[in-house]
């Protein structure tokens, strides 16, 4: 009877050592996401007058010459980019774009042409390879505070098969983007994950 309780008090300590320990994580998750909401509405001004800006520039030069720009008369490829974090913590957030992106790819695919994936951050990517689609290009590490770096990387991807990871060729090190070899051993020097 004794042992039995014991293991009963135990089992209660562990819950409720759990239960603070979820507490505290839902209390750093508010705080991360407000911190968030308040860089968004400190961010605002600037994008309005960054858009008013841009607005002008077009109104002055009369039609804007741009790769980005152009109506393709019958596109065979649509580019997808699809950003979710790198941790949990994000509430609903990374189920809503994954599936507001499978929406889109069935879409793209119901006019006739192929989607092409490009995914950041660690939950798109497994949630991808899990369902065997194809990814252009892949980067994460990044999610909780992106550096502009990052952005930029990003939006010097073109389309072609450079990569999986960050437009660095496949088989390359992570670390230095490119195959090393120790010179001692003749070992690589970063192992793929």
Known sequence: ????????????????????????????AASRILKAQQR????????ELLTRAMEDVARQTGALVHPLLEERPEPERVGVLVITSDRGLAGSYNSNVLRLAEDLMDSIRARGCEPVVYVTGKKGISYFRFRGVPREAEWSGFSEVPPFSAAARIGRRRG???GRRGGRRRGGCRRWGRLGRSSRSGRRSCRRR
């Open 40 to 47: 968004v509405e400190a961010a605002r001004p600037y994008a």
């Open 160 to 162: 072609g098969r450079s």
């Open 1 to 28: 009877m004794g042992a039995k309780l014991r293991v009963v008090r135990r089992r209660i300590r562990s819950v409720q050592s759990t239960m603070k320990i979820t507490r505290a994580m839902e209390l750093i």
